[in-house]
Structure formats: structure tokens, C-alpha cells
């Protein structure tokens, strides 16, 4: 499986294969059929203070891939994120489409480094994580 990111500004092209846009608001000036969409995954984006922080701090890469990381953990997510995942494996070409100006650091660069097997969402949140966490405290010895 090839996954690709692509602004959704180009045009559409034969070897894009399955477009999906990972953007939570609807690109300015594209019709839906300029567009040529075969999903539109809203709940992959970014939270909108999330967006807006990295927006005004272009710095901060890194934190913001891990903050966005640990949004995609969210039970919020995971519908989303698990027909991206069916998307990826069921076709040959996946490109994954989003609006932003910066063409190397934005939340499809993240997405295309989950599925490369590059990242994966952290698993240390959630209900799980206060389950794990009251069990390590009943093994730990008592003083």
C-alpha cells in the first residue's frame, strides 16, 4: 500500500488512488466535485484549539504531533481512524488530503506516518490507563 499527502488545492489524479480528506472543515473554494472524494474522515483532524495553537506557534512540531497523537487516541477517534486503516489495506493507493499551507508539517504528514508503521497512537490514555495504573499500585509492596 502506498500512502501519499497531498494538498486537496491540486488536482485530482488517476494515481491518487482512494482520496481521503483528514480535515475537519470543508477546504475554501472546492466544490465537492473538484474535490473528488471517496471518504472525508472529520474526526481525524485536530481539535480546533489544537489547530490553533500550532497555527500560532509553527515551532512547535514536535509537541504538536505528540498532543495530536493522543487525540487520535480518543474514543472520539477511533470509528475514524479505523476506516482509515480499512481504507489503507483494502486499496492499492491511499492519499490523504488536507488544506493546510505547510506541506511538510501538518496533521496528514502524522496520519501517513501511522499507517507507514512509523508511529502509532499512544495507548497510555483512557479508561485503560486508570485500570493499569490502580493495579500497579496494589502490586507495589507495602511499607
Keep these: 500500500m502506498a500512502v501519499n499527502v497531498k494538498r486537496i488545492y491540486e488536482a485530482p489524479q488517476k494515481a491518487d488512488g482512494t482520496r481521503v480528506l483528514v480535515d475537519r472543515l470543508w477546504p475554501r473554494g ?6 473528488a472524494l ?3 474522515l472529520k474526526e481525524l483532524a485536530p481539535s480546533d484549539e489544537l ?4 497555527h500560532a506557534t509553527p515551532n512547535g512540531w514536535l509537541q504538536f504531533r505528540k498532543k495530536y497523537l493522543k487525540e487520535l ?12 486503516y480499512k481504507l ?14 505547510n ?4 496533521n496528514a504528514t502524522v496520519l501517513k506516518d501511522l499507517l507507514d508503521g512509523m508511529k502509532k497512537p ?8 486508570g485500570a493499569a495504573r490502580t493495579a500497579k499500585v496494589q502490586a507495589m509492596p507495602k511499607r
Design 88 to 101: 489503507a489495506h483494502k486499496r492499492k493507493h491511499l492519499t490523504l488530503l488536507y488544506a493546510s499551507k
Design 51 to 54: 489547530r490553533q495553537w500550532f
Design 122 to 129: 499512544p495507548t497510555g490514555t483512557g479508561p485503560a490507563r
Design 38 to 40: 471517496d471518504a472525508w
Design 103 to 106: 506541506e511538510e508539517r501538518n
Design 73 to 84: 487516541a480518543r474514543p472520539e477517534a477511533a470509528p475514524d481512524l479505523n476506516e482509515l
Design 30 to 35: 472546492v466544490s465537492k466535485e473538484r474535490a
